[in-house]
């Protein structure tokens, strides 16, 4: 079925979900809202959309709303939305804080409306590829490295870059948070630019992050190890690699690792996933889409981005600047 939808907000990533929105056949985007509406007005004529003057319009005209305002507005926007029973889909954060989030989960379970946050590196092709390695991770290494940019540094690095870290890991590891140390500078912004996190689960597990806003170059790479295998994930360039220690066969051309002790030796083993050559923010629209359809539960919904506002907010009570 072809869902109804409007975008509100067309700034900087609200101009991909128009284009996004306008191509993908699950939609019918019927047209846009912002409070520029100099600038509604022109992207609508542009994409011979409707120019909606307030929300309520907006609303009274579709089943779905897509949300890529500023954080700080989510709240509002999102709650007229589900009190008129609206599904909604929103960039993350899903709100300033973590007081907002709960209530709105308690809209969103009365309203029993599909809501799902923009956490999209879990949509990211490399990611979903090296997903069926990932099971009960022992150890996580992650680098987050972004050259300089002024958007977003009204908040701490914590907020703005490492939130997708910190929802990817709590998609994997099957534990509580049992410890976190941090430590981090502020170099230019007035909030924290360079954090790292070590995070210790209750099952072991240990989570170490470093988020970086200040690098002379992009990096996002994830890394996970599991009791006999390491599985690198390059999220920036979709790459995933898994490497694997099997007990070596006598005549083994892989390289083998003796590990001494009288124990059998290992050979390495190297995989290359299938990484499929999607978009991850369209291929978020699409699980909102077929969640609605299938009457599935959201993959990234409100109790999934509330535990990573949570420990978002564990972090920065840490840093000690
Ligand atoms: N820019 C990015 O790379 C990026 C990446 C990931 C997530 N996000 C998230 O996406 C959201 C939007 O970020 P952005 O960078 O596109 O912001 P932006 O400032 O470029 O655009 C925001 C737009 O929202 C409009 N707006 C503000 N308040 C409004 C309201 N109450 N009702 C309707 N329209 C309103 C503004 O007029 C503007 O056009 C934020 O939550 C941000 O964290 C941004």
């Known amino acids: 079925m072809i869902n109804k939808i409007v975008l509100v907000g067309l700034g900087y990533i609200g101009k991909v979900y128009l284009k996004l929105l306008n191509e993908n056949p699950n939609w019918d985007l019927v047209g846009v809202y912002d409070i520029d509406q100099k600038l509604c007005k022109d992207l609508a004529a542009q994409y011979n959309l409707k120019a909606f003057s307030n929300l309520q319009e907006a609303l009274d005209n579709v089943e779905v709303v897509a949300i890529a305002t500023p954080g700080n507005t989510h709240f509002e926007i999102a709650k007229q939305a589900i009190i008129n029973g609206r ?3 929103i960039e993350r954060p899903v709100t300033a804080n973590i007081k ?4 709105l989960q308690s809209y969103i379970n009365e309203a029993g409306v599909y809501f799902q946050v923009g956490h999209v590196e879990r949509f990211n092709p ?5 997903k069926p390695y990932l099971k009960d991770p022992q150890f996580i290494e992650v680098h987050r490295l972004a050259q300089y940019n002024p958007r977003g540094t009204d908040v701490s690095v914590v907020l703005d870059l490492m939130t997708h870290d910190l929802d ?5 590891v099957k534990a509580n948070v049992k410890r976190i140390s941090v430590s981090g500078c502020d170099l230019v912004s007035k909030t924290a630019d360079i954090v790292n996190a070590r995070i210790e689960f209750e099952n072991g597990c240990v989570a170490n992050i ?3 806003r200040m690098a002379f170059k992009n990096t996002r ?3 996970v190890f599991t009791k006999d295998q390491f599985v690198s994930i390059n999220l920036l360039d979709k790459i995933t690699e898994v490497v694997k220690l099997k007990n070596a066969p006598l005549n083994s051309k892989n390289l083998v690792i003796d590990p001494g002790n009288g124990q059998s030796k290992k050979e390495v083993i190297f995989e290359h996933p299938i990484i499929l050559p999607t978009n991850a923010i369209n291929e978020e629209l699409n699980a909102l889409h077929d969640c609605i359809n299938s009457n599935k539960k959201t ?3 409100i109790d999934e981005a509330i535990r990573v506002l ?3 907010t564990e972090i920065e009570e840490k840093l000690k600047l």
Do not use: P
Request: hydrophobic share 60%; charged share 15%.
């Open 100 to 103: 907002e989030a709960k209530q």
């Open 126 to 130: 490399a990611f979903i590829a090296a």
């Open 221 to 223: 790479k994830f890394r």
């Open 299 to 301: 993959i990234v919904g």
């Open 210 to 212: 470093t988020t970086n």
């Open 87 to 89: 599904h909604v889909f």
């Open 168 to 172: 990817l890991i709590l998609s994997i």
């Open 310 to 312: 949570e420990l978002a």
